[in-house]
Nanobody, 115 residues
Framework: QVQLVESGGGLVQAGGSLRLDCVAS????????MGWYRQAPGKQRELVAT???????EFADSVKGRFTISRDNAKRTVYLQMNSLKPEDTALYYC?????????WGQGTQVTVSS
């Protein structure tokens, strides 16, 4: 079992920046993917960005050029640096882990961008 703990959400003005951190604990064996999804009120959960244990990344088109994702495998931590934030980025952001035979979600951290 893997547990995920997120931090770093908050309220920011449009154009500002935030960084989200997610720390994984528990038994992690083999290659895996960590990343972030988000869900705005009345909308489906959507991919924001993911990164494999080998460093390959994937981004939603809506955040390309503004968000970066990185990870520290020794610390079991994934980071989402969000720059040039827009009001439409407002959502509950969930940390995500996919490993061998396992998928896990964090509790979510709220990001609110005011115009």
């Amino acid at each position: 079992q893997v547990q995920l703990v997120e931090s770093g959400g908050g309220l920011v003005q449009a154009g500002g920046s935030l960084r989200l951190d997610c720390v994984a604990s528990g038994t992690i064996v083999g290659r895996n993917v960590m990343g972030w999804y988000r869900q705005a009120p009345g909308k489906q959960r959507e991919l924001v960005a993911t990164i494999t244990s080998g460093g390959n990344t994937e981004f939603a088109d809506s955040v390309k050029g503004r968000f970066t994702i990185s990870r520290d495998n020794a610390k079991r931590t994934v980071y989402l640096q969000m720059n040039s934030l827009k009001p439409e980025d407002t959502a509950l952001y969930y940390c995500y882990f996919r490993g061998v035979g396992l998928r896990q979600w964090g509790q979510g951290t709220q990001v609110t961008v005011s115009s």
